[in-house]
């Protein structure tokens, strides 16, 4: 298999690196640093700052909640010291604990941004649909003791595909300054006691994907008509909306970039859902529109004419951003 590579170490690499980020978020505040509690940031960066004998920041392509996972957390980091690839990967997962691990380590182009230089996001939510509370799964799985129909689920959530206002879907405290979001995807399929919740997007508001699993599982255990998505979605008030499901069955498993970039491909996670065979990279769903075209050409810009333009004065303020 394809990822069954052998790390150099003979030559030393600096400059711009991505890595793949694989962790368990049940004891994390999530990925953001705090000053008042453990962080999945804030534990990288020691271990990589560790290795380079020097402090390092690193930037992420999604922010995930408290208890929420990750199998493919795309970072990068400007290395302020020069090590092999071999020595930045086995030291920094020497050095982390045994719920974070990097998968991979590469060196990309200055102008490779985690954050601003994704095209799409992929999130699977795993609920284990059985009469009795879950054991080995408790902390990977949102368990539901009633019976779902996940063909009404798959139904009812394809109203939320193309662009549109999710503020009926966002948390209330979500800062973000719009609640558009373009959701590429959405599918709904039951294997076993398993029912998965898979979905893409350009990116997600503050609780979204938790919110609409919360709107499915009402309409999958019969409790909503399977036009509720729709009327919620319509009412953009989120205090009209659902529960919000718990974290733990949401997992991070994908994150897309520009064909350039040449990131390494991977099975898509969650391990448990290994049995399917899927790889990272393997929906090509990502829409031709003006966002997507600025996000493949970033930092450069496209100006109203549509000619690519010098880097945009915005890009060193973003460079920065959390």
């Known amino acids: 298999m394809a990822f069954f590579t052998r790390q150099d170490d003979t030559q030393t690499l600096s400059g711009r690196l991505a890595l793949g980020v694989e962790y368990d978020g049940t004891r994390y505040c999530g990925w953001q640093r705090l000053s008042h509690a453990e962080s999945v940031q804030g534990t990288l960066e020691a271990a990589l700052s560790r290795i380079a004998a020097a402090p390092v920041k690193v930037l992420c392509s999604g922010r995930t909640d408290s208890g929420v996972h990750a199998t493919r957390q795309i970072v990068h980091f400007d290395a302020p010291a020069a090590r092999t690839q071999k020595a930045w990967l086995f030291g920094a997962n020497a050095t982390l604990p045994r719920d974070i691990a990097v998968r991979w380590l590469v060196p990309v182009n200055d102008d490779f941004h985690a954050r601003f230089s994704a095209l799409a996001r992929r999130y699977r939510y795993v609920i284990l649909n059985q009469p009795t509370r879950p054991v080995m799964e408790r902390h990977h799985a949102t368990w539901c003791r009633e019976p779902l129909d996940a063909e009404r689920m798959h139904r009812a959530a394809q109203v939320l595909v193309g662009e549109h206002d999710f503020s009926s879907y966002r948390a209330a405290g979500c800062q ?8 590429h995807a959405i599918e709904v399929c039951r294997y076993g006691t398993l029912v998965v919740i898979d979905v893409q997007a350009n990116a997600f508001l503050h609780h979204m994907i938790r919110n609409i699993a919360g709107v499915l599982v009402a309409v999958g255990r019969g409790d ?5 998505p729709a009327e919620l ?12 499901a718990p974290a733990c069955g949401l997992h991070f498993v994908d ?4 064909e350039r970039f040449a990131l390494p491909e991977e099975p898509l996670g969650p391990q448990m859902l290994a049995f399917r065979g899927d790889w990272t990279g393997d929906r090509d769903l990502i829409p031709d529109t003006p966002l997507m075209r ?9 100006d109203a004419d549509g000619n690519v333009v010098d880097t945009h ?6 460079e920065s951003a959390p």
């Open 176 to 183: 973000s300054k719009t609640p558009i979001r373009h959701l």
């Open 224 to 228: 909503k008509s399977e036009s509720y």
């Open 294 to 302: 600025r996000r493949r050409v970033w930092p450069k810009w496209i």
């Open 255 to 258: 994150v897309r970039f520009d």
């Open 233 to 244: 979605l319509a009412l953009k008030d989120r205090t009209l909306g659902n529960v919000t």
């Open 313 to 318: 004065p915005d890009a060193r303020a973003a």
